[in-house]
């Protein structure tokens, strides 16, 4: 290591490959970057502002899109500018902060998630309960966990990594500090990351995962029982968006973290990348605005289904 200069600033390639169509896919961006923003503060003060939306899943669904709009927001400013200057340098300090509000972030995703899976199941197969466990209380309380855990697990991480020592080479060829590329540049010893990095996915993604994977499937076996069509597709329409983001969500997160990165390459990589952190966010509000007749009714009291659904 006595051979090697201490990293302190970190390069960032970003999209260099793509010289000849970076102002077409700087736009791109921004502009979905600026729907993201609109669409999920929309989704916030729809639910604030209608008594008919004062649910726990639309309480549980304003705190994902808080998430979404403080996740995007933590990457693709810095992600704009880097394809604009065809490059950008970090610190590294900044480089690992970011990398912790990323995973904490999305940490506090899954479990939200769940919650809400949780919400579906109760409304569903205990409808007659629902009320008395789903009380405000309660709400709240799983509402501080989720954002809890999801900062603290990331930390655990987060931590780890600034006792390492970097000592070159300095150049991520990537648009945000992600946890691979940014132990490459270690001359520490990374295998304890990789292992701690992998035994927390199990409580931040497989667990949460397999609990949706169940609550669904004690859903439909609830539905099946239901005689009438029409009870059948009323009782479905109440979950099938956030079915729709949890198939999303989870399909793209597999794509990135579970298959090898030699295995596919760095544009590859950098796409999915780019559609779990900008593009989804985008179309978390689109389907609940979509495919839900309570946030349909709001936007039709403040005069914006037609415009929004035109938009679409």
Known sequence: MENHTMVTEIILLGFHHLHSMRHLLFSIILVVYCLTISGNFLIIVLVSCFRHLHFPMYFFLTQ????????????????????????????????????????????????????????????ICNPLQYNSIMNHAFCINLIVICWLLGFLMALLTAIS??????????????????????????????????????????????????????????IVLTVAKIPSISGKKKAFSTCSSHLTVVSIYYGTLTSIYTVPTNERSLVTNKILSMFFIVVTPMLNPIIYSLRNNDIREALKKMNLYPLINRSI
């Open 64 to 123: 994902m899109s808080m998430s979404d709009i403080l996740l995007t927001t933590n990457i693709a400013p810095q992600m704009l500018s880097i394809i604009n200057h065809e490059g950008g340098i970090i610190s590294l300090k900044v480089c690992i902060t970011q990398y912790y509000f990323f995973v904490a972030l999305e940490t506090s995703e899954c479990f939200l998630l769940t919650v809400m899976s949780y919400d579906r199941y109760l409304a």
């Open 161 to 218: 990594i600034t006792q390492l020592v970097f000592c070159g080479p300095n150049i991520i060829d990537h648009f945000f500090c992600d946890i691979d590329p940014l132990l490459k540049l270690s001359c520490s010893d990374t295998l304890i990351i990789h292992v701690e990095a992998l035994f927390l996915s199990v409580p931040v993604i497989v667990t949460p995962f397999l609990i949706v994977i169940v609550s669904y499937i004690y």
